[in-house]
C-alpha cells in the first residue's frame, strides 16, 4: 500500500500542473483587461508590475494575455497530435504486427519518416503546406506517429504470441475481433503513456515552429514567437524569455511526470501478462 | 467397432534450420506420416519426450499448425482442404484446453467475459441465453457462480485450468485437445483436474485427444496410447495392453524409465488386434 501511495506522486504533481496551464489558458484571458493584438508604444517594455503582472512587449501589448492565449494554441495542438498519432499509431502498429506483409510496408514507411530529423521534417512540411494552426497539426502528427506506431507494434508482438490470443482463435474468433477486442486492450496502458509523451513533445516542437518562424505567425501568440522576440532584448526585458520558457518547461515537467507515472503505476497494475508468458 | 470421428492420415511437417555459412540447410521432421484414428467417446493419449511433435500433431487438429502433407478427417471431411472461413463452423466442434492456464487465459478479462466470448463469436442465443449457459459451464467444472466477476489472476491455478475446461466445453464440442492440460499445476491438483476430465467424457461422451509426457498419467486416463518418437508414431495400443505388452525398444525404454516399480512385461511378445508398431527406430 505504501509502495503504491509512492508511485502516485508524480501523476499528483503532473496533473496539478497540467490543471493549471489549462485554467490559465481557459481563464487566464478572462482575468486581464487587455487584448493581446492591442499595440500600446508609450508601454513599450514596461516590467512586471501590477498594470501588467508578466510586464510587455515590444509593441506595448500584454504578456500575460499574450501567454494565456498562447496556451490556448499550445494545448489545442498538443492535444490534437497526441490524439490523432495515438489513433494512427494504434491503427498503424496493431495491423502491423498482426500481418506480416504489412508489417514490412508500414515499418518501412515509418523507418524513412523517424530517418529525417522531427523538426527538419515538421519545417519541410510547413513550408510545403503553408503556416495555419491545422497544418502544424498535421506536420506534427506525421513527425510523433512512427514513433508511437512503433511502441505498439513491440507490445503488440508479444501479446500476439500470449496463448489466450490463440485461444480466441481456436474459439473461432475473427481477425477483427482479435486485434481490437483482445489485443488493443493489452496496448493501451502502453500507449496512453506513450500519448502523454507526444503531448509533451508536440508542445516543444510547436513552439520551435513559431520561435523559428515556421509556426504559428505574428501577431497570433504563441509561446515560441514570443521567446523569439525576446532575443535581442534579453539584456533589458529579461520577462520577455522568463514566461513563456517557465511555462514551456513547465508543461512539458508536467506531461512528463504524469506518463512516468502513469507507467509505474500501470506497470504494476498488470502482472499476468509480465508473469504469464513463457 | 463404431467409425472413428477423426481421422488422421500420413501427416508430414518439416522445419528447417537456417542456412549456415557454407552448410546444408537441416531438416527436422516435427511429424513423420502420423495415421490415427480417434473413436467417439475415447480417451487417446499421445505420449512422447518433448520435440517429439506431439505437440505439433495436437496443433494440426485444429489448425494452429499446417501440415506439409497428409489429411484429416472429421465427420467425413478432410478439414486440411477447407478455407480459414469454412474451417471456422468446425471449431465449435473442435475445442483445446492449454498447458498453462495462466498464459491462455486473457488477463483483462473478467471470468463471465471470457466465458462469453466464444458464444458471441459463434452468435448463440440471447444474453440471457448466453447467462444460462455460462452458470451450467461454470457448475459443470466445478466453480461458483461467484467467481463470475472474478479476473483470471484471483483465481487458483486449478481453478484456472477448470475455466479454462469451461470455455473448451462451452460450445458443446466433440473433441477436446488437451496438450499437457496437468504438467503446468500442484501435483495435489493434478488428479482432480484429471477426474474431471473423466468425468465430464463420461457425462457429455467427448472424445479427448490428450498429449502428455507423463505416462502414469496417460495410464489413468486413456483408452488407447499411442507413442511418438521423432515425429513417427512408433506404437499405438489399447492401454492395458501397451503397459503389459510393449514391442517397440523405445516404448520399452520409455515404461522402464517410471520410477518405482520395475516393469512386468509379461506379455507375449507379438501383437494382438489394435495393436500397432512401428519398423522405425529398432
Not at chain 1, 510545403?128 to 502528427?141: K, Q
Not at chain 2, 511418438?228 to 515404461?255: C, K, M, W
Request: glycine fraction near 8%.
Amino acid at each position: 500500500m505504501k509502495n503504491q501511495n509512492k508511485s502516485l506522486i508524480p501523476i499528483w504533481i503532473g496533473s496539478s500542473i497540467l490543471a493549471i496551464l489549462i485554467l490559465f489558458a481557459a481563464f487566464g484571458p478572462m482575468l486581464s483587461p487587455f487584448d493581446p493584438f492591442e499595440m500600446n508604444m508609450a508601454e513599450r517594455f514596461s516590467p512586471p508590475g501590477l498594470a501588467n503582472l508578466m510586464g510587455t512587449d515590444e509593441f506595448g501589448r500584454d504578456v500575460f494575455i499574450r501567454l494565456a492565449y498562447g496556451a490556448r494554441n499550445s494545448l489545442l495542438i498538443g492535444f490534437l497530435v497526441a490524439f490523432l498519432s495515438s489513433l494512427l499509431g494504434i491503427v498503424i502498429g496493431l495491423y502491423a504486427s498482426y500481418y506480416k506483409f504489412l508489417d514490412h510496408l508500414l515499418m518501412r514507411i515509418c523507418d524513412g519518416l523517424s530517418a529525417i530529423p522531427g523538426i527538419l521534417l515538421a519545417i519541410a512540411l510547413m513550408a510545403a503546406m503553408g503556416p495555419s494552426v491545422t497544418n502544424i497539426v498535421i506536420a506534427l502528427t506525421v513527425v510523433s506517429t512512427p514513433n508511437i506506431a512503433r511502441i505498439v507494434r513491440s507490445g503488440a508482438l508479444v501479446i500476439k504470441k500470449q496463448p489466450y490470443i490463440e485461444a480466441v482463435h481456436t474459439l473461432g474468433g475473427s481477425h477483427s475481433r482479435i486485434i481490437w477486442l483482445n489485443m488493443s486492450p493489452a496496448i493501451l496502458p502502453a500507449l496512453l503513456v506513450q500519448a502523454s509523451f507526444a503531448f509533451a513533445s508536440a508542445i516543444l516542437s510547436e513552439a520551435s515552429l513559431s520561435f523559428l518562424g515556421a509556426g504559428i505567425s505574428e501577431p497570433q501568440p504563441s509561446w515560441g514567437s514570443i521567446l523569439q522576440s525576446s532575443t535581442h532584448v534579453i539584456g533589458r526585458a529579461w520577462w520577455l524569455a522568463l514566461f513563456p520558457g517557465l511555462l514551456l518547461v513547465l508543461s512539458v515537467l508536467g506531461l512528463n511526470l504524469l506518463g512516468d507515472g502513469a507507467r509505474d503505476l500501470m506497470d504494476v497494475k498488470l502482472p499476468t501478462t509480465k508473469k504469464g508468458g513463457r | 467397432m463404431t467409425n472413428p470421428i477423426l481421422s488422421v492420415r500420413n501427416l508430414s511437417k518439416s522445419y528447417f534450420s537456417n542456412k549456415q555459412f557454407l552448410g546444408k540447410k537441416t531438416e527436422k521432421k516435427a511429424m513423420d506420416q502420423i495415421s490415427f484414428d480417434l473413436y467417439p467417446g475415447e480417451t487417446y493419449a499421445l505420449v512422447g519426450e518433448s520435440g517429439s511433435g506431439k505437440t505439433t500433431t495436437g496443433r494440426s487438429i485444429l489448425k494452429l499448425a499446417t501440415p506439409d502433407t497428409g489429411e484429416i478427417f472429421f465427420e467425413g471431411v478432410n478439414l486440411l482442404e477447407l478455407s480459414d472461413k469454412a474451417w471456422r463452423p468446425y471449431r465449435k466442434k473442435l475445442q483445446m484446453v492449454y498447458q498453462d492456464p495462466t498464459a491462455s487465459l486473457n488477463p483483462l478479462k473478467r471470468v463471465g467475459k471470457i466465458l462469453e466470448e466464444p458464444l458471441i463469436i459463434h452468435r448463440m442465443g440471447t444474453k440471457q441465453e448466453r447467462l444460462g449457459k455460462i452458470l451450467d459451464s461454470l457448475n459443470a467444472v466445478g466453480l461458483s457462480p461467484d467467481h463470475l466477476n472474478r479476473f483470471p489472476h484471483e483465481l487458483s491455478g486449478g481453478q484456472r485450468q477448470r475455466l479454462g475446461i469451461a470455455r473448451a466445453l462451452i460450445m458443446e464440442p466433440k473433441i477436446i485437445v488437451c496438450d499437457e492440460p496437468v504438467s503446468a499445476l500442484d501435483v495435489s491438483i493434478q488428479a482432480q483436474i484429471l477426474n474431471l476430465l473423466l468425468d465430464l467424457q463420461k457425462k457429455r461422451g467427448l472424445s479427448l485427444f490428450f498429449i502428455t509426457h507423463d505416462l502414469s498419467v496417460a495410464r489413468h486416463l486413456s483408452d488407447r496410447i499411442g507413442v511418438i518418437y521423432q515425429g513417427t508414431l512408433v506404437e499405438e495400443a489399447p492401454t492395458d495392453e501397451l503397459f503389459s505388452n510393449p514391442i517397440h525398444p523405445y516404448t520399452r525404454n520409455l515404461l522402464a524409465s517410471i520410477p518405482g516399480k520395475k516393469p512386468d512385461f509379461s506379455g507375449t511378445g507379438t501383437p494382438q488386434e489394435g495393436h500397432f508398431v512401428s519398423k522405425k527406430y529398432w
